[in-house]
């Protein structure tokens, strides 16, 4: 399973991107007002080139036209955009003719099998099934994760990758990878986090202490 990082905030992901560990990037429009991101396109072509992978950009018309019309700005900025459409309608018919004329969609949104099933016929490359806001539910987002996945599975003529969103915890990471995820996008906070272990640093404490006492030694 590949990462990518839920930020639309640069520095962020310019800290994150040099451990050699994400290969995209996810933002929706609550992450960009929350990057107090005025100049959007500016924000998205430098992380494009930064990541030099996929970069969601998404739409906020709710028409079919409108979503067609923003898709194709977006994607005019830059090679590595991606751009979310969400599950409605109107999302499946953008998304068909967005898909015909070679611009890739991460269909978002995605709270059950079925969506995602509709989404991957219409021409998604991605889809996002959104498992943190199920968890608050009550419900079990990893179930249709799993159920998403089997799905593709038993068609091969799917090719749309399962990109687990709405990630809060590491476990949720690990979870989604078991669970037949592509990729699971989180956000910063996540990602540390789940680098951490405190034996892993007090193992360290205890190497390098004895380091310390073996130089000593030598004087
Ligand atoms: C990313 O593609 C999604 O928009 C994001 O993961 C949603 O996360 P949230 O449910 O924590 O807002």
Same mark, same amino acid.
Request: net charge neutral; proline share 4%.
């Given at each position: 399973?590949?990462?990518?990082?839920?930020?639309?905030?640069?520095?962020?992901? @310019?800290?994150?991107? $040099?451990? =050699? &560990?994400?290969?995209?990037? !996810?933002?929706?429009?609550?992450?960009?007002?929350?990057?107090? %991101?005025?100049?959007?396109?500016?924000?998205?072509?430098?992380?494009?080139?930064?990541?030099?992978?996929?970069?969601?950009?998404?739409?906020?018309?709710?028409?079919?036209?409108?979503?067609?019309?923003?898709?194709?700005?977006?994607?005019?900025?830059?090679?590595?955009?991606?751009?979310?459409?969400?599950?409605?309608e109107?999302?499946l018919?953008?998304? @068909?003719?967005?898909? $015909?004329? =070679? &611009?890739k969609?991460?269909? !978002?949104?995605?709270?059950?099998?079925?969506?995602?099933?509709? %989404?991957?016929?219409?021409?998604?490359?991605?889809?996002?099934?959104?498992?943190?806001?199920?968890?608050?539910?009550?419900?079990?987002?990893?179930?249709?994760?799993?159920?998403?996945?089997?799905?593709?599975?038993?068609?091969?003529?799917?090719?749309?990758?399962?990109?687990?969103?709405?990630?809060?915890?590491?476990?949720?990471?690990?979870?989604?990878?078991?669970?037949?995820?592509?990729?699971?996008?989180?956000?910063?906070?996540?990602?540390?986090?789940?680098?951490?272990?405190?034996?892993?640093?007090?193992?360290?404490?205890?190497?390098?202490?004895?380091?310390?006492?073996l130089?000593?030694?030598?004087?």
């Open positions: 399973m590949r990462l990518f990082v839920d930020t639309a905030v640069l520095d962020e992901i @310019r800290e994150i991107h $040099q451990w =050699g &560990i994400i290969s995209g990037v !996810t933002t929706n429009p609550t992450l960009l007002a929350r990057a107090a %991101a005025t100049n959007v396109k500016d924000v998205i072509v430098q992380i494009c080139d930064l990541v030099q992978g996929p970069v969601s950009m998404e739409v906020v018309s709710t028409d079919a036209e409108g979503m067609i019309r923003e898709a194709r700005e977006y994607a005019s900025w830059h090679k590595h955009v991606v751009v979310k459409i969400p599950m409605t109107d999302g018919i953008a998304t @068909r003719q967005l898909a $015909q004329e =070679g &611009i969609v991460n269909m !978002t949104l995605i709270f059950n099998a079925n969506q995602a099933l509709f %989404a991957a016929l219409a021409g998604a490359y991605f889809v996002s099934p959104f498992i943190g806001r199920i968890d608050d539910i009550s419900w079990e987002g990893m179930t249709l994760i799993r159920e998403i996945a089997e799905i593709f599975r038993n068609d091969p003529n799917i090719t749309t990758q399962i990109l687990a969103a709405s990630i809060r915890h590491p476990r949720h990471i690990t979870e989604a990878a078991k669970a037949g995820a592509h990729i699971a996008t989180c956000p910063p906070a996540v990602l540390r986090k789940a680098l951490q272990h405190p034996l892993t640093d007090r193992g360290l404490e205890r190497f390098l202490a004895d380091w310390r006492k130089q000593e030694t030598g004087k």
